[in-house]
């Protein structure tokens, strides 16, 4: 079914050896990704040679696949060897996918290794099959990126020349008469279709162009091929040439396409801002996905030096201006595949859906209203309001149910807003539209929070059996990814409004749970929300306005360096560098904080709705972090840093003594 990667240009025999352990002969370049997608049973074969006393040195193949769903969803077999289906037993699962439960977890671009049997690879020609197994009524194939053999020692065998990365620019329209790419987009528009690939799939009522994206671009954008959209157009029980049309039409939309089916769409990296604002959905790709947090921690502080001596205050000092986009992080954000509803509204909800408000602010999104931030702003706040509406009421009555199908439901609902969001801010380019409203703080961003509330905890979806693919550590990845997708596409920009766009203190607790649930801390992806914490408020508005200002009492506060809960967060750091940040951090946040009159911090009137951080986070809120002077003493803090902190404390304390606050 694989769409062949432009005929090889020659059929030579490609030698390559010198830098690898063993020399390797290719019969041209194989080409990559292999997508292996269609019904149950459907295989992709790759010849390779290999040359005298090579073959039995081999002792794993090691894979890199794309939409790795479940486990035994693929099998692979080499030569006349048995198939070996991949499960979480069958193969070693690497970072960072492991930790979030390997095959069938959150991540399902997966690194896996599987061991061979001595002899299963032979000298001379080798035939690699990978087979799709069948449909769980959601995937319909995969793709495996990248593949090599390993020696006992785990060193590469096959050469990064025996390779060739498919152009999606080369495809072409399997149809190129204007009649079948018309009866493309009315098929993609209005064919009436089946939920899945499975037998006796029922009929739905939402079309292709109500889960994606109205018009397909983000089939075009994301260059989902036309054996995966023929494949998946066959899923949904239309004919092979109704596919071919769709395809046809998907791919001769005049529509840019920068972004990959596996690179998580606005993954951060280095190069984000210098690309242009439409590229920004593609993401910095898998390649600045990190195998560890640590790698985060130099991006924070700048290039150059290495190691603690590179930590200063500037990451976090409260007026300045972290590029979250930038900074790569260790956590993958879901592709698009993960974006996509499983249901739709009108299908999980029926005429209650079509009559709801969540239903007709979207179709009615116009145009005109969208032309100012302001306007986009208040388009997607009501539109986020009316989601509440409509889903909360039934959320109560749902979840006594409790089954997997109603998780589904909801869950689905707020994938379909935010794919609409996305639809929505590409058809009418928006994300630049936010420097006029941010005072050019940042250069591109998504005027709502649309992101953070496609967490599965915003509908109270369990932490259980009931939750995401029936694991608390699933859901948990979930709420992880779209509070992080939140936090690269708006964190504010320093004009935060109340809890808007982010409970910050609330989001620190999220780290806590996620990392309880996975065994692996991410200090370095946790220090960067604290910086776009401290750096929530306007650097003109004082702590008089506790919604926009600078509230320490409201927020993420130093003392997240030192608190018990924290320690094993914060360990993996270091001593040397842990202490650096400590010291800068606490650094940052006094400097700001003792900038402002004492009396600014106690306005009248506010007294009375005096904030309460959520229980299990009072440690780090609250702002009173002279309490906690002799742990910072113990933590390395330098005595000057702690007298200020002292002396800020006490006169704190005096007044607010007088204020009975
Ligand atoms: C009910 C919502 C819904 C409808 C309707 C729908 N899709 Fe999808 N689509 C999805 C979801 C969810 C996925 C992700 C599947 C996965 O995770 O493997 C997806 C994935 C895809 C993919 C990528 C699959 C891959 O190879 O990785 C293509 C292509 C696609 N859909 C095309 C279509 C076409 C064409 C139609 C209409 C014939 C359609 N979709 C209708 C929800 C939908």
């Known amino acids: 079914m694989r769409s062949p990667p432009g005929e090889p240009t020659s059929r030579l025999l490609l030698a390559v050896s010198a830098l690898f352990v063993f020399p390797v002969v290719v019969a041209a370049q194989i080409g990559l990704p292999i997508e292996v997608t269609g019904v149950a049973g459907t295989t992709e074969s790759v010849l390779l040679h290999i040359p005298q006393n090579a073959g039995n040195h081999v002792r794993a193949l090691r894979m890199q696949i794309h939409n790795l769903e479940y486990p035994g969803m693929v099998s692979v077999r080499i030569n006349e060897s048995r198939w070996f289906s991949l499960t979480n037993d069958s193969v070693t699962v690497a970072e960072p996918g492991r930790s979030y439960g390997g095959i069938g977890g959150g991540v399902t671009t997966l690194k896996v290794t599987l061991a061979l049997p001595a002899g299963t690879v032979a000298d001379g020609s080798n035939t690699i099959d990978f087979r799709f197994n069948g449909t769980n009524g959601v995937a319909s194939g995969f793709r495996v990126l990248a593949f090599d053999f390993l020696d006992a020692d785990s060193h590469s065998v096959l050469p990064a020349e025996a390779f060739a990365e498919e152009d999606p620019n080369a495809w072409e329209p399997p149809l190129r008469d204007p009649t079948n790419i018309s009866a493309g987009r ?12 499975l037998p006796k799939a029922p009929a739905i009522r939402a079309h292709c162009s109500d889960c994606h994206a109205e018009d397909g671009r983000d089939l075009k954008y994301f260059n989902l091929s036309n054996a995966s959209i023929i494949a998946r157009s066959l899923f949904h029980g239309l004919s092979e040439l109704q596919g071919r049309q769709i395809a046809s039409y998907i791919r001769s939309l005049p529509l840019a396409n920068p972004g990959r089916a596996w690179n998580p769409p606005y993954q951060p990296g280095p190069g984000q801002d210098a690309q242009p604002i439409a590229n920004w959905a593609a993401g910095a790709g898998l390649k600045w996905v990190l195998d560890s947090d640590a790698d985060t921690i130099p991006f924070l502080f700048g290039p150059g030096v290495h190691g603690a001596a590179a930590v200063s205050p500037a990451a976090f000092a409260p007026d300045g201006n972290l590029n979250a986009r930038e900074i790569p992080i260790a956590l993958p954000l879901p592709d698009w595949n993960h974006w996509l509803p499983r249901v739709h509204p009108v299908d999980a909800f029926g005429a ?30 009501k539109w986020s309001k009316s989601r509440s509406q409509f889903l909360t009421p039934r959320l109560a009555h749902a979840l006594k149910k409790g089954s997997a199908e109603r998780t589904d439901a909801f869950y689905s609902a707020e994938l379909w807003q935010l794919v609409k969001t996305w639809e929505i801010t590409q058809e009418r380019g928006l994300e ?3 420097q006029e409203f941010y005072g050019g703080a940042e250069s591109r961003i998504w005027l709502n ?25 699933t859901s948990e990845y979930f709420n992880s990814a779209w509070y992080e997708l939140q936090v690269v596409v708006n964190s504010g920009g320093h004009r935060r409004h109340g809890k808007l766009p982010l409970d910050w203190v609330y989001l620190a607790g999220r780290f806590l749970e996620l990392q309880r649930l996975s065994g692996r801390p991410e200090p370095g992806r946790l220090l960067i929300t604290v910086a776009k914490a401290m750096q929530s408020s306007d650097p003109n508005i004082g702590p ?9 009492d409201r927020n993420i506060d130093p003392r997240i360096m030192i608190a018990k809960d924290w320690a094993p967060m914060f360990s993996a750091l270091g001593g040397e560098m842990k202490q ?37 986070l009072r440690d780090i809120s609250g702002g009173r972090a002279w309490e906690a002077a002799e ?18 404390g006490r006169s704190y304390s005096d007044l607010a003594g007088l204020y009975h606050y």
Do not use: C
């Not at 953070?452 to 995401?468: L, Q, R, S």
């Not at 006094?590 to 009248?604: A, C, G, I, N, P």
């Not at 742990?631 to 800020?648: E, P």
């Open 186 to 197: 009315s098929l993609w528009l209005a064919a009436s279709l089946v939920a899945n690939g």
């Open 352 to 381: 209650s859906f079509e009559k709801s408000s969540f239903a007709h602010l979207y179709e009615a999104s116009d145009p005109a209203k969208l032309a100012t931030a302001a306007g986009i702003a208040g388009f997607f706040d």
């Open 432 to 434: 630049g539209s936010g």
């Open 449 to 473: 929070t649309i992101p953070a509330a496609t967490a599965p905890a915003a509908v109270n979806i369990p932490n259980g059996p009931n939750g995401m693919g029936g694991s608390a550590l």
């Open 544 to 552: 008089e306005n506790a919604s926009e200002g600078w509230r320490p």
């Open 580 to 616: 650096a940040i400590t010291e800068s951090l606490l650094t940052a946040w006094l400097d700001k904080t003792v900038r402002y009159r004492l009396e600014s911090y106690f306005q009248l009137g506010q007294l009375a709705s005096s904030y309460t951080p959520p229980p299990g």
């Open 631 to 648: 742990q910072f003493q113990t933590a390395g803090v330098s005595v000057q840093l702690i007298h200020r902190l002292q002396a800020w």
